[in-house]
């Protein structure tokens, strides 16, 4: 394990996310040290569910413009992932996956299990991204979803069977990193498959 001295912090934005330029000493395998920069982007941990329905053999995916993925080739922006948010300070990332689920997709779910927690982007980014799946039906549905007008947000909710969300993946057409792994964590474990409770 290499030994770190975090020598200078300095904020070069501090708007909706916090970055910073961090100088470091660390300690190299033949013994040197080495002083580096990095800059990094500051933000809270995130949940995020794969909701799905073992009877219909459908998921639960959710459709919005991602700005990131516009100037980086997305011709549309739009993008297809599951229901996903930042943790507030101290929250807990099951009440914030729940939280999410309703105020995304419209649908009251109260059972999750959390299966992964992964590093989004660790060469820049200190998110730790919980996942989590859970089991939803049509009654549990209490309103559109859409997301929060307030945050700017404008979310389509999608209905899509397990089996062309996988087929979509494989072609390309869903390139969301947390709704991958989700779509292959089902998939290696049968999570949709009948008989498997």
Do not use: C, W
């Amino acid at each position: 394990m290499p030994k770190v001295h975090i020598k200078a912090n300095e904020i070069l934005s501090n708007g909706h996310f916090k970055l910073k330029k961090i100088s470091f000493d660390i300690g190299k395998k033949g013994g040197s040290i080495e002083t580096q920069h990095r800059e990094v982007l500051f933000r809270n941990d995130a949940a995020t569910a794969l909701l799905y329905n073992r009877k219909a053999q459908t998921i639960i995916l959710t459709e919005q413009f991602r700005i990131a993925t516009y100037v980086n080739g997305n011709a549309t922006g739009m993008l297809l992932e599951t229901p996903a948010g930042l943790l507030e300070d101290g929250e807990d990332p099951k009440d914030s996956i729940i939280r999410e689920i309703r105020e995304e997709t419209g649908y009251e779910v109260t059972e999750v299990r959390q299966v992964l927690s992964v590093y989004s982007s660790a060469g820049a980014l200190t998110e730790l991204i919980h996942l989590f799946v859970g089991k939803y039906n049509k009654e549990q549905q209490v309103s559109d979803g859409g997301g929060l007008e307030e945050e700017g947000e404008e979310i389509t909710v999608r209905e899509i069977p397990f089996a062309e969300a996988v087929s979509m993946m494989n072609r390309g057409e869903i390139r969301d990193a947390k709704t991958v792994l989700l779509l292959q964590y089902a998939q290696i474990n049968g999570l949709l498959e009948r008989g498997n409770e």
